[in-house]
């Protein structure tokens, strides 16, 4: 691989790289802690029509979090071995459906601040979803 080509995608690989650490962080911590997520999640959302949906929603978030940090991580060695973005381009979609899917919950638990957090992380996502994107000019 040329250098200047590595240069141009260093964005792209650094916001993999940065996806692949927030999502294994948040993702462990789920399984390692489930417990504890468990109970303050149950506390978090006890006023909303999802209480009683907590359990399967930790498990589903906690799945999501974990392929997600697995693509992204993937998809840097995909890109050196290959040269090729698509495998980081699909771990940014999932990074933004499973951002969208905390975003909701926050939102249901009427957390403002919980859920404005989650922005940035957001927008990360859409930015390495665009220097990613299947057969855009590079």
């Known amino acids: 691989m040329e250098i200047n080509i590595l240069l141009r995608d ?3 690989l650094f916001a993999a790289m940065f996806t692949a650490i927030l999502f294994a962080q948040s ?3 789920k399984v390692f802690d489930r417990q504890g997520n468990l109970e303050w999640l149950q506390g978090h959302f006890s006023k909303t029509f999802l209480a ?4 399967l929603l930790l498990f589903q978030i906690t ?3 974990i392929l997600t940090s697995m693509l992204a991580a993937g998809g840097v060695v995909y890109y050196l071995i290959t040269g090729g973005l698509e495998v ?3 771990a940014a979609v999932l990074g933004a459906a499973t951002i969208t899917a905390l975003f909701f919950g926050q939102r249901i638990a009427k957390d403002y601040a919980g859920a404005a957090v989650l922005v940035p992380y957001f927008l990360v996502m859409l930015v390495m979803m665009y220097l990613s994107v299947p057969g855009r000019l590079r």
């Open 10 to 12: 260093l964005p792209v």
């Open 27 to 29: 993702g462990f911590d």
């Open 52 to 55: 009683g949906l907590v359990p």
């Open 63 to 65: 799945v999501l979090e």
């Open 88 to 90: 980081i381009f699909w």
